[in-house]
């Protein structure tokens, strides 16, 4: 397994990326002061189901970086992976005029 996360290019420059979208889909939206429901728009609820699976791959891989197998920047990529579909999300709906439920 570990000769295959040795091609993965997987680094701090495509962690950079990630944080480069997230600031520009932020520049969008008003700073949340709740949580909000997943949903909205067809693409919203796409996003957002996308994002809990990938919460859900980046919960496995930290209990196989306990083993040693996977290197740490694969949990900070998937976790910073799972916060741009957030903003994606929350993006998509505001562009279509659509609110968030807050909870």
């Not at 996308?50 to 976790?79: D, K, Q, W």
Request: hydrophobic share 45%.
């Amino acid at each position: 397994m570990k000769a295959h996360l040795d091609k993965a290019r997987i680094d701090q420059d495509r962690i950079a990326q990630l944080e480069r979208a997230i600031d520009d889909g932020d520049r969008e939206l008003e700073l949340l002061k709740a949580f909000i429901i997943p949903g909205g728009t067809p693409k919203a609820a796409a996003l957002h189901l996308a994002r809990t699976v990938c919460r859900r791959a980046e919960r496995r891989v930290v209990a196989l970086r306990r083993t040693g197998e996977v290197p740490g920047v694969v949990v900070v990529y998937l976790n910073r992976l799972s916060d741009l579909l957030f903003t994606l999300a929350r993006v998509a709906n505001r562009r279509a005029g659509t609110g968030e439920v807050t909870w």
